[in-house]
């Protein structure tokens, strides 16, 4: 597959260092956006290994295309179905039912569960606007600190971002690594759920009366409305992962708007919950079903994401809003109006693909995949530690992943993984994009500003959450590969 060249493993590996240096650059200290630093790093990695000039656009194009090919189609799916749970306030639904069912004084677990089931369709961003004034509701109604509430609930979010479809890291180091988005779900769950209980509501639980100096803001306002924004704050490609709600300049008001007609608890749960469960029902039908069966085909067609989404999407399109009166002209507006803020996380992740496109052809990814091979370093804690160490540099948890994947599937390739082994790759990058978020990354900011933090009060709280979160993701992962 790779190129003739004249460069030895260990050259196509400095290379391969030299190109993320590069990238680095680029969008620390020149501020580039992802997509143009991606697009200079490819070419100048492409010739440098001595792929012919003329053949790189094909190149390019090949990756940006091929990975967007699936790609694309599931993210835009999964917006659209957030859109519809947000405009339902399907968020409202579930954190009341949650509250009924664990009472107030398990506020903090009913607001982290709420979140957690919210968590899966939306859209991190989109979610931020849309749980925020429940939880400032929830705090003034259960009396527990804010901090003890708010953390339970936005790193719900950030850890379903981060290892569940539909969302757009996980869904592309999954396409980049062949793997199964079902087996990602799977592991996602098994890893991401202790890793929310310890590192999310269990250490904000403790935190938040260590932090009662915070308190509601009494304007209820978010980021944008005056002041600097998360998107000023953050660096280019941490704007991919949020941000994008103060790019709407939607606020808690409109978020907590009343809507009459609610929607029960119950389509709220199977909305959420349908694609999940299709996806995995197609990945074990081939175990659970007899190959080649008319239940099996059955499964298999119901269950590719794109097909489960499109299914879910419409059946959100006819419970929460023609059943509830909408025209399909609102309906189409309601569609249109989660496509602009896609736009850029789909470009990067188009841009990650033309980058791994390159690795392959020019053999720089065989190379690396030789080389630390041989050096013994397990691809787990490679593809943590480079993830993590992406994160740090460039701030956004999408681009750091979409920037390990294509290093690490060569590695995972040679160690011939099967699929469970992959996803737990794929699981192991983005505990690595989720640890150590500071000062270059949009969430941070938006914790920041919606909680009227400190930099120091926000290093306590948001820092040290995600980075337990990561790292406890990152050990179940591994202890779980140890018996692969």
């Known amino acids: 597959m790779h190129i003739t060249t004249h460069l030895p493993d260990w050259g196509l590996a400095l290379l391969a260092l030299a190109g993320i240096a590069a990238l680095l650059l680029l969008v620390i200290k020149i501020r580039l956006h992802a997509v143009l630093a991606l697009l200079i790093v490819s070419v100048g990695v492409a010739i440098a290994a001595g792929l012919p000039v003329k053949d790189i656009p094909d190149v390019l194009a090949g990756g940006f295309g091929d990975t967007l090919g699936s790609v694309a189609i599931i993210i835009t799916l999964g917006a659209m179905l957030g859109r519809m749970l947000e405009m339902a306030n399907g968020a409202e639904v579930l954190s009341r039912a949650m509250i ?3 009472g107030e004084d398990r506020a903090p677990l009913a607001m982290g569960v709420t979140a957690l089931i919210f968590g899966i369709p939306m859209f991190v961003d989109a979610a931020w606007i849309v749980l925020l004034p429940l939880m400032f509701a929830v705090t003034r109604t259960s009396r527990k600190p804010l901090i003890a509430i708010a953390l339970p609930a936005v790193g719900a979010l950030a850890m379903t971002n981060a290892v569940l479809p539909p969302h757009p890291g996980p869904v592309t ?24 209980l310890l590192g999310s509501y269990a250490y904000g639980v403790w935190i938040g009366p260590r932090m009662s ?3 509601v803001p009494e304007d209820l306002s978010v980021a944008g409305e005056g002041g600097t924004t998360p998107d000023e704050k953050g660096d280019g490609p941490g704007s991919a992962d949020g941000g994008v709600a103060v790019a709407d300049r939607r606020t808690t008001a409109v978020a907590s708007r009343a809507v009459e007609n609610p929607p029960s608890l119950a389509s709220v749960l199977a909305i959420v919950l349908l694609p999940m469960v299709l996806i995995m029902l197609n990945t074990f039908s081939t175990v659970l079903l007899k190959e080649g069966s008319t239940a099996q085909n059955i499964l298999e067609f119901v269950g590719d994401p794109i097909i489960a989404l499109a299914i879910t999407v419409l059946g959100a ?11 399909g002209k609102h309906l189409e507006q309601a569609a249109n109006a989660c496509l602009g803020p896609i736009a850029s996380v789909t470009l990067v992740i188009g841009a990650g693909g033309m980058f791994a496109a390159v690795l392959k052809k020019t053999g720089v990814g065989s190379a690396l995949a030789h080389l630390l091979g041989n050096a013994g370093v397990p691809t787990l804690v490679l593809a943590f530690v480079l993830a993590t160490a992406l994160r740090v540099a460039l701030g956004s948890k999408t681009v750091a992943i979409v920037t390990t994947a294509p290093i690490v599937a060569p590695l995972a390739a040679q160690s011939h993984f099967g699929q469970a082994q992959l996803a737990l790759v794929v699981i192991a990058i983005a505990a690595g994009g989720t640890v150590l978020s500071h000062v270059n990354d949009a969430g941070f900011w938006l914790m920041n500003r919606y909680f009227r933090l400190t930099i120091p009060q926000t290093l306590k709280s948001w820092t040290v959450m995600e980075t337990l979160m990561g790292v406890t993701a990152f050990l179940i992962a591994l202890v779980i590969s140890l018996f692969l």
């Open 317 to 327: 399109f006819y419970i929460f809003g023609v059943r509830r009166g909408l025209s």
């Open 173 to 196: 180091a999954a396409g980049l690594l062949h793997v199964s988005l079902g087996w990602v779900t799977v592991f996602g769950i098994i890893c991401g759920l202790p890793a929310w």
């Open 213 to 215: 100096e915070v308190t």
């Open 100 to 102: 009924r069912r664990f």
